[in-house]
């Protein structure tokens, strides 16, 4: 089975998962029983369109969609009662026409297909080899490290590829939230820049970004690492609670902004409490030589955590 929407203008977030992070605005921005505007003959609404997905079932959308089409698409979000893993029957969003910026932001599960273009930036996602004659087929780049074993690797189009159990990312497009909950020890290299939150939510894994990062690199990490070569901009490691984040170029403001663990290797900055600066230790100083860095260069480099001591009692 299968639901059909005709569309007389493109919608955003259609199959959102979140709702636009319906927990922050709390319908303000987007009610999920509302009907989405512009269809023609039907009347189904944002709820109706993930509930469906849920179920298995597929949507076919008639025209051109917005952005941040099937957001969180396959995750069953903790915030609706829900367990943050992944959801293994998922529907896919097939779509006529052309699609938005941030198509598959933190994208678990499920599969999109696009006939038009789809816009820059998008999200955790990456094009495979279509099953359906005339649509581009885009998964969760989570997915594929989640389920190695399973999958063809030649099925990943060039000039990504699977080497040696790492995702090598050489397309050049640009892409945020990269391995989005990432549950696997498992490795992503990007070669060139990324856009928002690369890493989100992880719990174990590692992102490797040969470029720049931008705003909320790492945010809300709980386990794995994340190393930018490049500059990041603000708000470096937002609200992490585990694991290792390392920038060798420069940071904007915010570092380490409502931190309760883990921590942040990078260029001297102002701290954001309850974040302390600290001197390198040893296994600090090994991880800036393995990229490249040594000797009096390392002077212009800080960890940054919260005291042991407030950390011990937050737990």
Known sequence: MSMELKQS????????????FFWQ?????LNPTDPIPSQLDTSYSYEDV???LKKGEDVHIKGDVGKRLGSSLGVDLVYFRGSGKE???????????????YLGMSMLSGAIYVKGEVEEPVGNVIQVKTDLDGYKKFVSITWLLHH???IERESILGPNEFSEDELLLEDGILRSTVAARCRK?????????VGISVGILMRKGFVLVDGNAGMNAAALLNGGKVVVLGDAAEFLGVAMRKGL???RGNCKGFVGAKISGGRIICRRTKAVPPVKEKGLEKEDLALLAEFG????ITLNYRRYEIALERRNKER
């Open 9 to 20: 203008s493109p919608q955003d977030c259609v199959g959102d998962f979140t709702y636009n």
């Open 25 to 29: 605005h709390r319908g303000a921005k």
């Open 50 to 52: 993930v509930e469906t």
């Open 87 to 101: 959801l293994p029957e998922v529907g896919s969003i097939i779509v006529d026409g052309n699609a938005g910026s």
């Open 148 to 150: 190695q074993k399973e």
């Open 185 to 193: 020890a498992a490795k992503v290299h990007v070669k060139g820049d």
């Open 245 to 247: 984040v390392f920038v």
């Open 293 to 296: 860095i040594s000797g009096m």
